[in-house]
């Protein structure tokens, strides 16, 4: 088993460690982001736009994109779905 994998998170590289969650890829490349994700403010999709949540374990090649949420009334992706 890899002791670390290759994931992309905002179009950027990124090699964390084998078992990493979402939560360990924000920390890792955009920690200021962080306290918006579990607050709610900001959110995180996969490749395909869907919403996951902080604890979602990661896999090698997984794409990532993290945004803070509009305020403009534009709608983002499920709120419940945690970050």
């Keep these: 088993m890899p002791t670390d994998i290759r994931i992309f998170l905002n179009?950027?590289?990124l090699t964390i460690p084998a078992g990493s969650?979402?939560?360990d890829?924000?920390?890792?490349?955009?920690?200021?982001?962080?306290p918006a994700c579990e607050?709610?403010?900001?959110?995180?999709t996969d490749g395909r736009g869907l919403p996951l949540a902080l604890e979602v374990p990661l896999e090698a090649g997984?794409?990532?994109r993290a945004?803070?949420?509009?305020?403009r009334?534009?709608?983002a992706p499920d709120a419940d779905a945690g970050c």
């Design 11 to 13: 179009e950027r590289g």
């Design 21 to 23: 969650r979402v939560r």
């Design 25 to 34: 890829a924000i920390a890792a490349a955009l920690p200021e982001l962080l």
């Design 39 to 44: 607050a709610g403010e900001a959110f995180v």
């Design 62 to 64: 997984t794409i990532l």
């Design 67 to 71: 945004a803070r949420r509009s305020h």
């Design 73 to 75: 009334g534009v709608a």
